[in-house]
């Protein structure tokens, strides 16, 4: 058994569908590591702050959960060779999208941001948004909700469950920023 570390509310990188399964790109890869290596994949779900702790405690055997590749991160744990390159984006209103004119008018905005507390998006955040009001989030979906209602003015995570969640909310009046606010790689750890 290859024991696989998740945080399974990172659609489309990997998510817990209707019916209990865990789904998504990560979990198919996690899926086609395991046979190549003889084993069968067993998936661990794990709140987000708690996938290296569980790593280093010899609970899980591998991170494949969207991690982006950090210099803190790096300390505790080897990441594999980054098997993407991503980064951060903000998912808002329509009408507060057309407001942000790109990541410097960000940087000295006064707004509500929200981010994912203990992911890149939270690091990103408090580095270069020094003016606004920042609101950290156990789960993505509360970030999103709070845009909805207002509570926020963007929501700060990984650009594949921004674009996600965009796709999701459209009809709602939710965009995804067309500029990244950083760029990363991704790997497994």
């Known amino acids: 058994v290859l024991r696989v570390g998740v945080c399974a ?3 489309p990188m990997v998510f817990r569908q209707d019916d ?18 003889g084993k069968t994949a067993s998936f661990v779900d794990c709140d987000w ?3 290296i702790s569980a790593l280093l405690e ?3 055997d591998i991170i494949m959960s969207g991690m982006t590749i950090t210099t803190s991160r790096s300390v ?6 980054p098997y993407m390159n991503s980064g951060q984006i ?10 942000i004119s790109g990541v410097n008018s960000l940087r000295t905005a006064s707004i509500h941001i929200g981010m994912e507390k203990g992911t890149t998006g939270q690091i990103i955040s408090q580095k270069f948004f020094t003016r606004a009001k920042k609101v950290a989030y156990a789960k993505p979906v509360q970030g999103v909700q709070a845009v909805l209602k207002g509570r926020i003015a963007l929501f700060v995570h990984d650009a594949p469950v ?6 999701l909310y459209e009809s709602q009046g939710l965009t995804a920023l067309p500029f990244f606010i950083s760029e990363e790689n991704i790997a497994w750890a």
């Open 20 to 37: 209990g399964t865990i789904a998504g790109f990560e979990a198919d890869f996690a899926r086609e590591l395991a046979a190549s290596l």
């Open 90 to 99: 903000g998912l808002a209103t329509n009408a507060n999208a057309v407001r």
């Open 162 to 167: 921004v674009w996600w969640f965009a796709s």
């Open 76 to 81: 505790r744990v080897a990441f594999t060779d």
């Open 58 to 60: 010899n609970r899980i």
């Open 9 to 11: 509310n990172r659609a």
């Open 49 to 51: 702050i708690d996938l």
